[in-house]
T-cell receptor, first 113, second 114 residues
Framework: GESVGLHLPTLSVQEGDNSIINCAYS??????FIWYKQESGKGPQFIID?????DKRQGQRVTVLLSKTVKHLSLQIAATQPGDSAVYFC????????????FGKGTKLSVKP | ETGVTQSPTHLIKTRGQQVTLRCSSQ?????VSWYQQALGQGPQFIFQ???????GRGNFPPRFSGLQFPNYSSELNVNALELDDSALYLC?????????????FGPGTRLTVL
């Protein structure tokens, strides 16, 4: 069935290092993926998205990689800063569905000064 | 900030009561989706409204209902509240319904059922 899962529930990195957050999905029909950042007490904030016809997309300090052969998604954050500390969710949309997002449980990123 | 607003911020109700939560979508967006987020979990899809009609529903009972108004704002109503309804309720707005379009979230309403 449809599912989005994350490999690690928590990730701790040193300020200035690069962070990599991973995500696995099981629905090969999913054609759109979004990474969200959620800070405590706030709603999810859009970070970056990628469609299934791409394998890489870059934003400001963030890169999303998509590997459809192994159904894997990753978010790379360059030069991680204390303000990056939050829970990160990947979400997928199944092509042909009504467009609802399917979220995983999330990865908590902690940045050590 | 996304431009999506929700009210109230926090709400405390007792079991069996009814609650109405409100959401104003981002300017230009015609679709609103509602999600329930339990503590420590990812958001779960409740339903989506497009042009004032329900356009899809997740695995939630009928006591969860909604409305969308001509200005695209939306309400989520929950009847006969249960303790397990305690959660953060999020609405998200988008431009395209039934397709792959970015959904922008509001800050959420924290509902506590006692």
């Amino acid at each position: 069935g449809e599912s989005v899962g994350l490999h690690l529930p928590t990730l701790s990195v040193q300020e200035g290092d690069n962070s990599i957050i991973n995500c696995a999905y099981s629905n090969s029909a999913s054609d759109y993926f979004i990474w969200y950042k959620q800070e405590s007490g706030k709603g999810p904030q859009f970070i970056i998205d990628i469609r299934s016809n791409m394998d890489k997309r870059q934003g400001q300090r963030v890169t999303v990689l998509l590997s459809k052969t192994v159904k894997h998604l990753s978010l790379q954050i360059a030069a991680t800063q204390p303000g990056d500390s939050a829970v990160y969710f990947c979400a997928e949309i199944n092509g042909g569905s009504q467009g609802n997002l399917i979220f995983g449980k999330g990865t908590k990123l902690s940045v050590k000064p | 900030e996304t431009g999506v607003t929700q009210s109230p911020t926090h709400l405390i109700k007792t079991r069996g009561q009814q609650v109405t939560l409100r959401c104003s979508s981002q300017s230009g967006h015609n679709t609103v989706s509602w999600y329930q987020q339990a503590l420590g979990q990812g958001p779960q899809f409740i339903f989506q409204y497009y042009r004032e009609e329900e356009n899809g529903r997740g695995n939630f009972p009928p006591r969860f209902s909604g409305l969308q108004f001509p200005n695209y704002s939306s309400e989520l109503n929950v009847n006969a509240l249960e303790l397990d309804d305690s959660a953060l309720y999020l609405c998200a707005s988008s431009l395209i319904s039934g397709g792959a379009d970015t959904q922008y979230f509001g800050p959420g309403t924290r509902l506590t059922v006692l």
